[in-house]
């Protein structure tokens, strides 16, 4: 099994910055890819920030240049820096990792942190 945790999150003042983490354990051979994905009420997750084995990162286009992340790799960690948060960025923000585990891979979902923003 994977587990796959969350922490930080909160609540933040419009225009402040947070930054959430997220770890991953439990038995896979390696890591493909860690990301973050968002879903405020009545919407669908939508993709935050997301980086790959190979390094490459990429971003919602609403979160450009406010966010970012950064993985570490030996320590199967990772963290997302959200600065000049807006209202809008109000959501529940998930940590989702997919490894392999021979030639398979698997999604494995944290339980998910609350972001609120106000103004």
């Known amino acids: 099994q994977v587990q796959t945790v969350e922490s930080g999150g909160g609540l933040v003042q419009a225009g402040g910055s947070v930054t959430l983490s997220c770890s991953t354990s439990?038995?896979?051979?390696?890591?493909?890819?860690m990301g973050w994905y968002r879903q405020a009420p009545g919407k669908q997750r939508e993709l935050v920030a997301i980086?790959?084995?190979?390094?490459?990162?990429d971003y919602g286009d609403s979160v450009k240049g406010r966010f970012t992340i950064t993985r570490r790799n030996a320590l199967n960690t990772m963290a997302l820096q959200m600065n000049s948060l807006k209202p809008d960025d109000t959501a529940v923000y998930y940590c989702?990792?997919?490894?392999?585990?021979?030639?398979?891979?698997?999604?494995?979902w944290g339980q998910g942190t609350q972001v609120t923003v106000y103004s």
């Open positions: 989702n990792v997919r490894v392999y585990r021979g030639y398979e891979l698997f999604d494995s």
């Open positions: 439990g038995i896979f051979d390696t890591i493909n890819a």
């Open positions: 980086t790959t084995s190979g390094g490459s990162t």
